[in-house]
């Protein structure tokens, strides 16, 4: 941390980066960036800067899908 990398739905590496004002959120509860954990699912809302990395704003922590 303060540096998270992803993968996203087309498999590609995103890097995120968090501040102290980046939300963390699983429904309403508060989380911290240490909470997350591998294998979860999020969704980040953010904008790019210069160097291609999201600056998080919010980050949803998604429940898992289901296993069929």
Do not use: C, H, Y
């Not at 963390?24 to 210069?50: H, Q, W, Y």
Request: hydrophobic letters at 40%.
């Amino acid at each position: 941390l303060p540096t998270i990398i992803i993968e996203s739905k087309d498999s590609l590496e995103k890097i995120i980066l968090t501040t102290d004002t980046t939300s963390i959120k699983r429904f309403r509860e508060t989380l911290k960036a240490t909470d997350l954990k591998v294998d979860d699912m999020i969704t980040v809302i953010g904008k790019p800067n210069d160097a291609a990395q999201i600056e998080a704003k919010l980050i949803r922590l998604m429940p898992s899908p289901p296993t069929l």
